[in-house]
């Protein structure tokens, strides 16, 4: 009697259990079962191809970071971190293919943790580290916590910079490949069911081109914008532009009264760690557009972006850091059609934004 029991229970489990894989299987939210983060690295270190769908994926950057280390071959000459602004930064302006872009989107002073601890661990450190200082990787008002995806790294550099690191007793791990776990389970089941309706599902195809009618991930890991974005118009820049000052906000500015000490000094360790470890070091301070920058400068609550710019200076004069760019656009002769929107020049553009304002003697 019993037996019959579990086999009537049986019976009515596998269909649900074979639902639940399916789905998981099928939608694959983040890319743990029918395509991983290690396969798509694979694609790009590997093989070298460039990778489309990933924005209308929502897929994780870090994770796509992290997976394209493991996957290279030995260390690469020029490595560029910092948020979205450095994005566009390929290996043709270095002259190299020895060359990959680790900016990550709404980096924070704990991404650079992360991005150096990734390439630390894997013992992947490079000749050169570009790395762009926006303003506001030292207000702690618009931290976000997206540098968690990364935290076994971020925490393996933060021990190290603290000086309690003794070789072999930590060894930062992260699975970006398959995740057996993931086929029956029911909180990823219950959200990618979410998705069906909209018909989103992690999708990705591959391509030599390299730039398309969408976003696109080159294999040097840098981006090329979708086509509408490419072509826009310096008139819905600037009307986007006078939005964002009527309604009183620069990108993650606002409730900003001072450089915050302890990002300043984890950024400054970080910066004398990795020239201790014989990488040149370069920063990059990416522009604003004219509009931008002159209300930057007209306005008060956000004078703060100027106090950053010659700390940083500071600094380069200190550690005898070649320092590029300038948040003021004069220097490079930025026009409104050089952006693609308020604050991401174009690829076109970037080179010229990269101009000395402190060498090393």
């Given amino acids: 009697m019993k037996m019959r029991k579990w086999g009537k229970a049986i019976l009515f489990l596998l269909p649900v259990l074979f639902l639940v894989a399916a789905v998981n299987w099928y939608v694959d939210s983040y890319a743990m079962l029918r395509i991983t983060y290690d396969q798509i690295g694979e694609q790009m270190a590997v093989y070298g191809a460039n990778v489309e769908g990933l924005e209308e994926s929502d897929f994780n950057d870090r994770n796509l970071f992290l997976a394209c280390v493991r996957k290279q071959e ?50 992947k450190l490079p000749e050169t580290m570009v790395i762009g200082v926006d303003a506001f990787l030292f207000n702690t008002s618009h931290d976000n916590e997206r540098w968690k995806d990364l935290y076994p790294y971020a925490n393996y550099m933060g021990v190290i910079l603290d ?30 069911v979410t998705l069906l309706p909209e018909r989103k599902r992690f999708q990705v195809s591959y391509t030599d081109a390299w730039e398309s009618e969408r976003y696109l991930k080159h294999y040097d890991g840098s981006i090329a914008y979708q ?61 604003y557009s004219p509009m931008m920058y002159n209300y930057i400068e007209s306005e008060e609550d956000f004078q703060i972006a100027l106090e950053v710019e010659e700390k940083v200076q500071e600094l ?37 934004t990269f101009y000395p304002v402190i060498l090393p003697e």
């Fill in 227 to 287: 086509r509408q974005l490419r072509e826009g118009d310096a008139a819905t820049v600037e009307e986007l532009t006078r939005q964002s000052m009527e309604e009183h906000v620069v990108y993650r500015l606002t409730d900003y009264k001072e450089i915050d000490y302890d990002h300043w000094e984890r950024f400054e360790r970080l910066i004398a760690w990795l020239q201790e470890e014989g990488v040149e070091v370069i920063l990059y301070l990416p522009p």
């Fill in 163 to 192: 000086g309690k690191f003794e070789a072999g007793n930590l060894h930062p791990q992260k699975n970006t490949g398959t995740d057996m776990g993931k086929w029956l389970s029911l909180d990823y089941f219950r959200y990618n």
């Fill in 74 to 123: 030995g260390q690469r000459e020029v490595i560029v971190a910092g948020s979205s602004r450095v994005m566009n930064f390929d290996h043709t302006m270095f002259g190299t293919d020895s060359f990959y872009n680790a900016g990550l989107s709404e980096a924070t002073v704990y991404d650079l943790l992360a991005v150096t601890g990734v390439l630390a661990a894997e013992d």
């Fill in 316 to 352: 380069a004069r200190e550690r005898q850091i070649a320092l590029y760019g300038s948040y003021d656009p004069a220097g490079c002769n930025l026009e409104m059609t050089d952006l693609y929107d308020i604050y991401h020049v174009k690829t076109d553009k970037m080179m010229d």
